[in-house]
């Protein structure tokens, strides 16, 4: 008998489908990977919110990722197990298989929680590709694998099986991005591999850079928003990593009107209740601190200009000029209290807001749904809490300087907002025993120079803001 080496047209022959189940099997490949290409185009991120229930099924996807990225490790894991151990190898075609239908979950849940949320940008739409390409490889390298078993195409699975780790690990990277910030996985890398995956991040502006916007808004901008607001993601449309895209908007219109803070989206987002699904950041975020919430106010009530060095009323002391923070001094456990801070919310409309899930970081006193109604009669009745509370927002309510007596009690207050209230400064000095206050907002109250001097003896109070008062410094290098 004469043995006859196989052509290479004999193997290709050997790879095409033979029988009806194996070509149909391959006809629904081929439909489900134009499927999967065709999803970017039919879905399209438009920058807007849309139906809750996208969202809903859409927050499934951070727990259904993480199925697809342990099975596909796990595949070349048993494959190589499997050279002693056939048992093994059989476990790795099931396994496989199991890994394509959660890629298939994963990508469904990902874009609904893109459009759902009014999610896009440039890392959105890299993390969605990247899920659609490693779906696709995952089902080639399945479609591909009897051939390799049988021997007739010793290369090819490895191939793919490769490249399905390699996209596994790049779409990772994006996804890790979007969470924990660009760069998450390169950011330590080696210098070669951190300039080849080097992507976009917000620059501070070149423009200007002397400029008060330059100096100490966009940062605050940059720390707390861009993640979820710049070239990488963008939520709502709006982009915050620049001067031009900040005053542009986005799907909800302007988020900035110079000279109105109050008309202006952006300032009434992060003056929310933590607790109001509207308030930014979001995402569990911290607050903004204080100071950082009354420099944007005071920028955009001065003309939200990108170019102005200094605003009236408003003095920020250099790195060397800073004092040191306070330590952050607990303030016990009210834990036990909060049926009873529950019925006085009730009945005042006036909140009090936890700091974070640790009692001991302290409450805050929000104001901002009855700001009209509240004053000096309303915040007695808070005089039982007043150890709680670090943080008290009275601007624009109807406290009057009566309610001195009352804040003199408040002995954890750090930050006191008296902002746009009837306040003259004439019983200032009874908050004296505040050890711990540092902040202190007066802007557009009645205070005279005269009514400030007590606060002078109050060492650890740096932050004075006194825009558009009596006692308004003639320049931003003489406020305090």
């Known amino acids: ?78 494959e190589v197990l499997g050279r002693r151990r056939p048992a093994l190898r059989e476990a790795a075609r099931f396994v496989l298989g199991l890994a394509f239908a959660a890629c298939l979950a994963a990508v469904t849940l990902g874009y609904l929680l893109a459009r759902g949320s009014g999610t896009s940008g440039a890392t959105i739409t890299l993390h969605l590709w990247g899920g659609t390409m490693l779906s696709i490889c995952v089902l080639l390298s399945l479609l591909t694998r009897p051939a390799w078993t049988a021997g007739d195409a010793p290369r090819i699975y490895p191939a793919l099986l490769a490249c399905t780790v390699l996209a596994l690990i790049w779409t990772a990277h994006q996804g890790g991005s979007l969470t924990y910030g660009n760069g998450y996985l390169t950011e330590f890398a080696p210098g070669p591999l951190r300039r080849l995956s080097a992507t976009g991040v917000a620059q501070v502006p070149t423009r200007f850079q002397d400029s008060f916007y330059s100096m100490h808004i966009f940062p605050v901008l940059n720390a707390n928003c861009v993640s979820c607001h710049g070239s990488h993601e963008v939520k709502g449309g709006l ?102 801070i529950r019925q006085m919310e009730q009945s005042q409309g006036a909140k009090l807001v936890p700091i974070s899930s640790n009692p001991s970081d302290g409450l805050v006193l929000t104001t901002v749904d009855v700001a009209a109604k509240f004053g000096d009669a309303q915040l007695a009745q808070f005089q039982k809490f007043a150890p709680y509370i670090v943080e008290a927002e009275l601007g624009r309510t109807a406290v009057t300087n009566a309610s001195f007596d009352t804040l003199s009690k408040f002995t954890s207050l750090r930050a006191l907002h008296l902002e746009g209230t009837a306040v003259t400064g004439d019983g200032l000095a009874k908050l004296a025993p505040l050890s711990q206050l540092t902040y202190l907002n007066l802007s557009g109250t009645n205070v005279t120079s005269a009514a400030l001097a007590p606060l002078k003896a109050m060492k650890n109070l740096h932050h004075v803001y006194l825009f558009n008062t009596p006692a308004q410094p003639a320049s931003a290098s003489d406020a305090r």
């Open 1 to 78: 008998m004469k043995l006859v080496a196989p052509t290479s047209a004999g193997k290709a022959r050997r790879l095409l489908p033979t029988n009806p189940a194996t070509r149909r099997a391959g006809l629904a490949a081929l439909i489900t990977i134009m499927a999967l290409l065709s999803l970017p185009f039919i879905v399209r991120l438009d920058g807007s919110p849309h139906g809750n229930w996208q969202q809903f099924f859409g927050r499934f996807h951070p727990l259904v990722v993480h199925l697809p990225i342990g099975l596909i490790l796990l595949v070349p894991l048993l």
């Open 239 to 340: 982009r915050l990593d620049s001067y031009e895209l900040l005053m542009r908007g986005g799907s909800d219109g302007a988020v900035i009107i110079p000279g109105q803070p109050d008309r202006s989206i952006l300032f009434a987002r992060i003056t929310l209740p933590t607790d109001d699904k509207h308030f930014m950041p979001s995402g569990g975020r911290p607050k903004l601190k204080p100071n950082e919430v009354t420099w944007i106010k005071a920028w955009i009530q001065q003309g939200a200009s990108p170019s102005a060095v200094s605003l009236t009323g408003v003095s920020v002391a250099s790195d060397s000029e800073r004092p040191k923070e306070l330590p952050l001094k607990p303030v016990g456990d009210y834990s036990a209290m909060m049926p009873e």
